[in-house]
């Protein structure tokens, strides 16, 4: 999907970006870099904590990746990515003397992640080029400990000169936490429209094809990481009222969380469900998929800081139904761009699931005024033009001095 990103002009130089991520599988944040990373490659270089899939992605499109091997103890995953204990700090310690003996050629650092954050702002202590940190997460304590928010807030306050949040919703987190609000900035994510527009209908067909589904069958799409806080199993407890809807589910459990994957197969099983749920693993091919789904439900059981997924889903004109907490509420007007159910509430999804399904037109208004409030609001030149100022920013005054 981000190929595309090759044809977006470049009105300004860029920057010489030394980003660093320390996840190397293909989650929203990974993706979301993978789109930055293309605009920036003839001048910067991604700094990787781990080998995997993601620095395959950036290798296929010409990024410069760079695998700085993290002791294990640094990369134990927990959900989210948050640092476990302070027992890892002699291991970011050695990380961060590393990012800054690499950071040399570079005008600033862009940490992608919480964990990148904290090296990079070691390094930056230790005297590396300004740190930007690109927080993609809600700070509360059900994603991360007290002491992991509280010595990645210490450090952003002291060492980040800016911190980027995908979403006014993680931003307002972000300094209820105890972050400076004066180094926020909102750079929402940009999502390129164009392959979605490149699907044809046999491709469509093929997929329904392939599911054994007829065109008038409804089917709902789910389409994030295997993870509680994704709530998939939300959308499998509404679906058990609608005895007509399938389900296509797409994603695997990134970080650790099989054993909630294995729950929800086997709660597929069950026969008020057998038969309807098609598990479709990690997939590249999203536009697609999400066109052959009649309504794409995102149904975190947590404020999500962004989803993409919810762009994606108005990119590719079908009705959205997401939870009215979190980044979706800055993405979605309920009842105008997409439809927008309590979190945790399988009572109230199977409601708005019904009610599109049961409308006159099938959701197409919903899904056409999502597409152009995706399209106006959420356009990747948008995204690389906002995050180009928000890098000038600390950039040109470091040049000056
Ligand atoms: N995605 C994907 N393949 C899959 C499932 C998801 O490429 O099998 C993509 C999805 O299209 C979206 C991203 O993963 O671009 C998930 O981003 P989101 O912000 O919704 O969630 P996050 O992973 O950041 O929590």
Same mark, same amino acid.
């Given at each position: 999907?981000? %190929?595309?990103? &090759? =044809? ?9 970006? *030394? ?10 944040? %990974? ?13 910067? $270089? ?6 995997? +899939? ?15 091997? #993290?002791?294990? #103890?640094?990369? !134990?995953?927990? #959900? ?17 003397? $590393? ?14 992640? $919480? ?13 590396? +080029? ?11 304590? &059900?994603?991360? &400990?007290?002491?992991?928010? %509280?010595?990645?807030?210490? *450090? ?16 307002? #987190? ?23 527009? $490149? ?10 094809? %392939? ?9 709902? @799409? ?28 797409? @994603? ?13 197969? =086997? ?26 789904? =009649? ?9 999500? +800081? ?9 990119? !590719? ?19 105008? =761009?997409?439809?927008?159910? +309590? ?19 099938? @959701?197409?208004? *919903? ?35």
């Amino acid at each position: 999907m981000s %190929e595309t990103l &090759s =044809t977006v002009s470049r009105p300004y130089p860029h920057h010489r970006v *030394l980003f660093v991520d320390h996840a190397s599988v293909l989650g929203g944040a %990974e993706l979301s870099l993978l789109d930055l990373a293309i605009a920036y490659r003839e001048t910067s $270089q991604v700094l990787l904590f781990d080998d995997g +899939p993601f620095r395959e992605k950036l290798e296929a499109v010409g990024v410069d990746v760079q695998i700085l091997k #993290a002791p294990s #103890a640094l990369l !134990a995953i927990r #959900a989210s990515g948050g640092l476990s204990t302070l027992k890892v700090f002699p291991a970011l310690w050695s990380m961060a003397r $590393q990012i800054k003996a690499r950071s040399r050629d570079f005008d600033l650092i862009h940490a992608n992640s $919480q964990k990148a954050f904290v090296a990079a702002a070691l390094a930056r202590w230790m005297g590396a +080029p300004p740190v930007v940190w690109h927080l993609r997460d809600i700070m509360t304590a &059900s994603h991360f &400990s007290r002491l992991n928010r %509280e010595l990645a807030i210490a *450090l952003a306050n002291s060492q980040a000169s800016q911190v980027i949040v995908n979403s006014q919703a993680t931003g307002e #987190a972000f300094v209820a936490a105890g972050g400076k609000p004066d180094k926020v900035r909102v750079v929402y994510n940009g999502v390129s429209a164009q392959p979605f527009e $490149q699907v044809t209908s046999e491709q469509i067909q093929q997929i329904r094809d %392939e599911l054994q589904l007829d065109e008038d069958t409804p089917l709902v @799409g789910s389409f994030s990481r295997l993870s509680y806080w994704k709530g998939q199993h939300v959308l499998l407890e509404a679906l058990r009222e609608l005895p007509q809807v399938h389900a296509m589910i797409v @994603g695997k459990a990134l970080f650790g969380e099989d054993d909630y994957a294995t729950q929800l197969r =086997t709660s597929a099983t069950s026969p008020d469900l057998s038969g309807r749920i098609h598990w479709l693993g990690f997939r590249n091919d999203i536009p697609t998929l999400m066109k052959a789904c =009649t309504i794409v439900a995102h149904t975190s059981t947590e404020p999500e +800081p962004f989803g993409r997924v919810i762009v994606e889903g108005q990119l !590719a004109q079908r009705p959205v139904i997401a939870m009215k907490a979190g980044g979706a509420k800055e993405l979605i007007e309920d009842g105008v =761009t997409g439809r927008l159910v +309590p979190p945790n509430q399988a009572i109230a999804l199977g409601q708005a699931i019904n009610d599109i399904i049961e409308s006159s037109d099938g @959701g197409h208004i *919903l899904a056409q005024q999502g597409y152009h409030h995706a399209v106006e609001q959420f356009s990747l030149e948008t995204l690389l033009t906002r995050f180009h100022h928000v890098l000038s920013e600390v950039v040109e005054p470091a040049m000056q001095t």
